[in-house]
């Protein structure tokens, strides 16, 4: 039995290498960019106007009263200032007409009309008004052929901004892996039969399809019967068309856990068997040859969605976000065990607070709906205090 | 011109009416749940077992060594215990079997043969060993008929499972609005055209498109130039197909900021024209008599995000997730505004931190690419502390 460090560990160093497609950029939110974005010119790429107002040279001006000569809308080629001592109506977003470095907003001044000239009068004390004010430098925010997005990371709507500007309509991204969620127990019947007395309907493949189907990756569901030949048969099948197999069920010490002893006669590398943690305990983790992964998850709901979002979820989105919560409440757990508890989080004077939701165990997933994480207590200890300080997962 | 709370509270008290589907229980995952969730049997449905191992009856025998009549697997019809002195082997999710009420773990025994005979014989004291124990009661986690989720609530994997247990295959939920995304503009062009030194290219309706489609909601973009009767015959025909506009540009002082005269002159009821915030002063917000609604957004990138994220997503998430966090670096702004700064929150002693990336203000929205949210510095102070809690608006 291995710890949790170490189980993470091996997952994150034995991956499904994915092949890498190009998408419309719309497409690409939520996956893998696989290739560096850069700066096709400067950001921004020229001196842009960033208030509506007056421009004018700063050391030109008689910074009381400015006759204006012309106006530059956004969206049109660069004016230049004729007089040096007048100044140029701006709109923001307009490039800064030539001989300009200066804007003030038009809450800082009136315009008063005297024959056919229009005179900007300043309502603002000459201390505030500042050279420079109110224009976004050229190049100021990135320089162009800068890297403005790394390979690697993951595409959220502030990376679609940034690729659109430079004109990336077509993204390189990491393709998703084909995924088959098997679930394997006799007790269980399809969500629209009705089950008989010790029967229960599935809800782990539904509860993993809705998880993938957050994230963007699509999935297939079986339902396989706890028999030894029947595995066997299809899971060989299943294996060969798709990238990660995730099953749940059949992994303990029951008399129909057939799983591990069938992956490993059909030639899969165990990776690890058994994880010192409350609940998944019984997680397998191994892959076959051509790189395809198979984790194979302990049945009990709580304990699949735990090592789901544990292990599972990092190696689809290509990032372990740190979190930390404090419990709000003590709790003891003697077993030489990492104890996962769902927990409902709350803020208070400016710390993430963790109420857990200790409910009945790993069958208790009615208990799932109330919280947004697993609060992470680790082995070594036995007492978790209240106002002490643990690792989160979080699933919603 | 009003404040953020008193915007945002005339923002969530004119929402878009949405109607009601039913769709596939897979389709819900993100939705608004319409109906009330009730457990159609008891949580669990029965006695079930909760551990792989030996049950029997804890009054009745011998707690060092116990003879085993009979095996229990999961999906069986339920066994009756005939010499209650006696034990039956028993698998996870089984039903227990009647005349049974607790179950040893097969790491707790030893299975040996005596002539036809199998015994338990049991490696660990007596005193280790409880009443009841790895027995999941029947209705111990939800009693039948339960409301187990709440019409309103949004629909996570946690929800799918619970609905996939008790047979919901088709579920009702919120219909997402039909929402325009229009950028208004003349320097705006294309993301696949090369714009000229004076031009940007759009990205405003791309990163709108893209963060409403990681919520499931599709959007239809628009680009519209800034020419007055334009304006008004395009934005009367979209308002007649859509249920949510979002806008974004020509809400400022600009000579060519048409669009809050021209939603006026529509027949568009003006609920607020300007927050005390920076960015996004600007914003417009209003609805039409049929009960559609027009969110006017400044066009700066970083206007337009915030406005989105602090406004337009809590009236489509159902939700309003309240986040605190602490800043680790003094910001001082004078102005009597709320200020919303983009940060990159991590954690160190159980603090959430947030570093603040002040860039170059609302139109440099690279810098986002680096945050993860913003944090909201009151409009009373100026002085804002490392150290002190401020509010915070998650985007990713």
Redo the contacts between chains.
């Keep these: 039995m291995i710890s949790v460090e170490e189980a993470l560990k091996i997952v994150l160093a034995n991956q499904h290498e994915t092949t890498v497609s190009e998408v419309p950029?719309?497409s690409s939110?939520?996956r893998i960019l696989a290739e560096n974005i850069y700066a096709d010119r400067d950001?921004?790429?020229?001196n842009?106007v960033?208030m509506?107002?007056l421009a004018f040279c700063f050391d030109e001006v008689d910074l009381q009263k400015i006759a204006i000569e012309n106006?530059q809308?956004?969206?049109?080629?660069?004016k230049t200032l004729q007089d040096i001592s007048k100044g140029i109506?701006v709109?923001?977003?307009?490039?800064l007409p030539l001989g300009c470095d200066t804007v003030l907003?038009?809450?800082d001044f009136n315009i008063q009309q005297d024959g056919k000239v229009k005179f900007a009068c300043i309502s603002i004390p000459n201390e505030e008004i500042k050279k420079g004010q109110n224009v976004?430098?050229q190049g100021?925010?990135?320089k162009a052929e800068e890297v403005?997005?790394q390979k690697g990371i993951k595409i959220?709507?502030?990376?679609?901004?940034?690729?659109?500007?430079?004109?990336?309509?077509i993204v390189k991204v990491q393709n998703t892996p084909k995924i088959a969620l098997i679930s394997t127990?006799?007790?269980?019947v399809d969500?629209?039969?009705?089950?008989?007395?010790?029967?229960?309907?599935?809800?782990?493949a539904?509860?993993?399809?809705?998880?993938l189907?957050?994230i963007g990756v699509a999935a297939t569901t079986f339902h396989l019967i706890?028999e030894e030949k029947v595995l066997y048969q299809k899971l060989k099948e299943i294996i060969e068309s798709y990238d990660i197999l995730l099953l749940s069920g059949g992994v303990?010490?029951?008399?129909?856990?057939f799983v591990p002893a069938i992956l490993t006669d059909l030639g899969l590398e165990k990776l690890f068997h058994k994880v010192a943690q409350k609940p998944g305990k019984p997680m397998w983790f191994g892959k076959t040859k051509a790189g395809k992964i198979i984790f194979a998850l302990p049945?009990?709901?709580v304990s699949t969605?735990l090592c789901f979002c544990k292990y599972v979820l990092p190696t689809l989105n290509s990032e372990i976000k740190?979190?930390?919560?404090?419990l709000d409440k003590e709790i003891i757990f003697k077993p030489d065990l990492t104890y996962f508890v769902p927990v409902k989080t709350?803020?208070e004077?400016?710390?993430?607070m963790a109420k857990p939701f200790l409910?009945?165990?790993?069958?208790?997933?009615?208990?799932?709906?109330d919280?947004d994480g697993f609060v992470e207590l680790p082995a070594e200890k036995q007492v978790f205090k209240a106002g002490e300080?643990f690792g989160f997962v979080r699933?919603?």
Tied chains: 1, 2.
């Design positions: 950029l719309l939110v939520g950001f921004p790429p020229f842009r960033a509506d107002g106006i809308f956004a969206g049109e080629a660069q109506e709109m923001t977003g307009a490039i907003r038009y809450e976004h430098l100021s925010d990135r403005l997005l959220s709507p502030a990376e679609i901004a940034v690729m659109a500007t430079v004109g990336k309509s127990g006799d007790e269980l969500i629209e039969e009705t089950p008989l007395a010790y029967q229960i309907r599935t809800s782990n539904y509860m993993l399809a809705a998880a189907q957050q706890d303990s010490a029951g008399k129909k856990d049945g009990n709901p969605f740190h979190e930390e919560v404090i709350y803020f004077a400016g710390k993430m409910g009945s165990g790993s069958a208790d997933f009615a208990n799932l709906t919280c300080i699933f919603r």
